[in-house]
């Protein structure tokens, strides 16, 4: 086996990898390295599968091929893969969407007892934005009017989605230009898939434009729905204290883990861990209490709301399994791994599977349907007391280790925090920003990979960022793992902050790095963003904003159209493996230089995490400049770079540092093993 080290920078899933190892267990990164060289036509977006007259491929340096069977060239290839990406992604968080506002037309129906509109207010501001009658009304009232017309935003024919609304006019403007005005939600995800349909579109640059409506309607359509609904049922986020890593499971508890992405059964099952009921049964099996712990953006989702701690984030599924310690597993939908089910062999662990979209075979399968919620989370938890009996004490290996973080900031709760209960308001941030006490705001996001070391481009990112006085908020798994690396801890600014931003921090009382929530919680930041822009005096559209983006270590499909939207909302966004694009040098350029033009922000590939961090600082301090704001106000020391920096695992060469440096040759900038052109051609 490699170096462990070079693995993880989490010394719980250093010591999880020990054991796996000892134990003669594969896990995803075994996976990985039992792949070999992975596609190189796929690694560049040069495959096409989409008829089968082929599949083709492109080879990329005038060695053979050039055109698919049906004459398709590189540009429409690659432009048409990252199209169906981000319909995959976007129809993957607005399916999330659509089900939490069915929850909500439930509980306006009075048909279950598990669901209540928590927060009225919020239910409230949103009915008058979207003029929704609220005088004189109930709260189910309204929401069983508000259910409807969000429901209409998926499904809608004609006009334009409503949130678009919520940006600066020049993001509109911009978009009406490039023809990327979002129609409906599900219309734009099926379009995408037509547009790419064999011998339908095959122009790269209308390609693109149509993956940018698409992203835009995950963005401002799908996950801000999403995160406005489940603010309203399950209630808006306030700041709370919690804990994180794999050391929250409990040896003498009954441990339950939810795993994956919608919050409304995970929700419900706070409520049943804690029926004195269930309690008693739990007690008479031996167990001292139900612990309650999550994986992933389901994790993120009851962590923001009830303070729900979190075992791990993406590459520690299987890992928290082989604890031995949890009774249940439940899993609904995306970013589960396969694999786990597996496990069910070596360890008496019970998965769940809910979701009447992803059954998993092996699996305890529990259907979910909202109006019998309370009654399913009670038989799981059901299922997890008697499962504790079975659980073999010999095979239990829970590694110590387990951070505090603070989690629950929200768009609305950073307008309270920063002006005080009786002034909420922006502008102490943008006071503050405007000062060059803070430099600037970065979204840091997005998944684990295992061809980076696990956690180590998100640490090493933020903590630079953080060092040089730029306030990070945070996202899925990249806050799960700024979490185990205590940077969200309450004191974490004394720690790692630079001077300016350490006195804002000391002065209200935040960490440095604030956790939004889960991806589609994401659309919290574009909110956040459309605040600043309304308190003034930083910019009147995001592309002038000195804000940035990022995703070091992405995985996803999802994570591609939330790159997407935000570059297309004129945020710029650094992510860590390019796109697979760079078979077309001329997506590339229409990537960068077009969108540039069409949207005032681009991409950026930069595998080396203190790199990137280092690029989104000049992004922020270009842009500070355009606005003749000052430079930063305290200058940040310089620190040599560190072994702890060089994140990519076995990386030989940072790689190509900008999309349009992009080459077509060599190793692959993060560092996996890449086969060559035409090597899988002739299987
Ligand atoms: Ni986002 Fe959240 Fe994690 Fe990546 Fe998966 S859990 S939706 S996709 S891996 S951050
Ligand atoms: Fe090949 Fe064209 Fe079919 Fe794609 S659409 S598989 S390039 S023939």
Redesign the pocket.
């Known amino acids: 086996m490699a170096d462990a080290t070079s693995r993880s920078a989490d010394p719980a899933t250093l010591a999880m990898i020990a054991r796996a190892s000892d134990m003669g267990i594969p896990t995803v990164w075994d996976r990985l390295a039992a792949q070999k060289a992975q596609c190189r036509f796929g690694v560049l977006g040069l495959c096409c599968r989409n008829c089968f007259m082929g599949p083709c491929r492109i080879l990329p340096e005038g060695k053979g091929a050039q055109e698919g069977i049906c004459g398709a060239r590189a540009d429409t290839i690659v432009a048409r893969n990252l199209l169906r990406h981000i319909a995959a992604g976007t129809a993957a968080?607005s399916d999330h969407g659509r089900e939490i506002v069915r929850t909500l037309r439930l509980a306006a129906e009075g048909e279950s007892e598990a669901y209540k509109i928590r927060s009225p207010a919020r239910l409230r501001s949103l009915a008058a934005e979207y003029g929704v009658a609220c005088d004189g009304r109930t709260d189910r009232e309204i929401a069983r009017d508000l259910a409807a017309l969000l429901l209409g935003e998926f499904g809608k024919q004609d006009g334009t989605l409503l949130n678009l609304r919520r940006a600066p006019e020049q993001q509109q403007k911009n978009w009406a230009a490039a023809g990327a005005l979002v129609r409906g939600i599900d219309r734009e995800v099926v379009t995408g898939l037509h547009m790419t349909n064999m011998g339908v579109d095959n122009d790269a640059e209308h390609l693109l434009l149509a993956a940018v409506r698409t992203a835009l309607a995950d963005g401002w359509g799908g996950s801000m729905i999403a995160t406005d609904v489940s603010d309203v049922l399950f209630g808006s986020p306030h700041p709370l204290r919690s804990r994180v890593n794999l050391g929250v499971l409990k040896e003498d508890e009954v441990n339950i883990l939810v795993h994956g992405?919608e919050p409304s059964l995970s929700d419900v099952l706070v409520a049943a861990a804690r029926d004195p009921e269930l309690l008693a049964e739990a007690a008479a099996k031996g167990a001292k209490g139900i612990n309650l712990a999550g994986i992933?953006?389901t994790a993120?989702e009851v962590l923001m709301r009830h303070g729900v701690p979190i075992a791990g984030?993406?590459l520690q599924q299987e890992l928290a399994v082989m604890t031995g310690a949890v009774d249940v597993m439940l899993v609904d939908v995306?970013?589960v791994f396969p694999a786990v089910t597996e496990l069910q062999k070596c360890f008496h662990t019970k998965i769940v599977s809910t979701s009447p979209k992803a059954d998993f075979p092996d699996a305890v399968r529990v259907e979910f349907h909202e109006e019998q919620a309370m009654e399913t989370a009670r038989k799981i938890v059901r299922i997890a007391i008697e499962n504790y009996a079975r659980r073999d004490p010999a095979k239990v290996h829970i590694p110590k280790v387990e951070e505090r973080l603070v989690a629950g900031f929200t768009t609305e709760v950073v307008f309270s925090i920063l002006g005080g209960r009786y002034r909420p308001s922006y502008r102490p941030l943008n006071d503050a920003i405007q000062a060059g006490r803070i430099r600037g705001v970065a979204g840091v996001?997005?998944?684990?990979n295992p061809k980076f070391r696990h956690d180590a481009c998100h640490l090493t990112l933020v903590q630079e960022l953080v060092r040089n006085d730029v306030l990070v908020v945070q996202?899925?798994?990249?806050a799960i793992a700024c979490g185990k690396g205590a940077l969200l801890a309450p004191e974490a600014s004394e720690r790692i902050a630079g001077r300016g931003l350490r006195e804002v921090c000391r002065a209200v009382g935040i960490p440095p790095v604030l956790h939004v929530g889960?991806?589609?919680d994401n659309s919290r930041i574009l909110t956040a963003c459309a605040q600043m822009v309304a308190e003034g005096g930083i910019g009147d559209s995001f592309d002038r904003l000195p804000v940035a983006g990022a995703a070091p270590e992405?995985?996803?499909e999802?994570?591609i159209a939330i790159g997407m939207y935000f570059v297309a909302s004129g945020i710029n966004v650094v992510i860590g493996q390019p796109l697979p694009v760079e078979g077309s040098e001329y997506v590339v350029e229409l990537l960068t230089n077009l969108f540039e033009k069409h949207f005032g922000a681009t991409w950026t590939f930069q595998p080396d995490p203190l790199e990137a961090a280092h690029r989104i600082l000049d992004i922020i301090d270009r842009k500070r400049a355009a606005l003749g704001l000052p430079p930063p106000m305290y200058e940040t020391p310089y620190r040599p770079r560190t072994v702890t920096d060089a994140a990519p695992a076995g990386a030989t060469s940072p790689g190509p540092a900008v999309a349009s440096e992009a080459t077509l040759t060599g190793s692959h900038p993060c560092g996996a093993a890449v086969g060559v052109p035409g090597e899988l051609g002739n299987v």
């Open positions: 968080h992405h992933c953006c993120n984030n993406f995306q970013c996001v997005g998944c684990n996202t899925g798994c990249s889960s991806c589609v992405w995985m996803s999802k994570a």
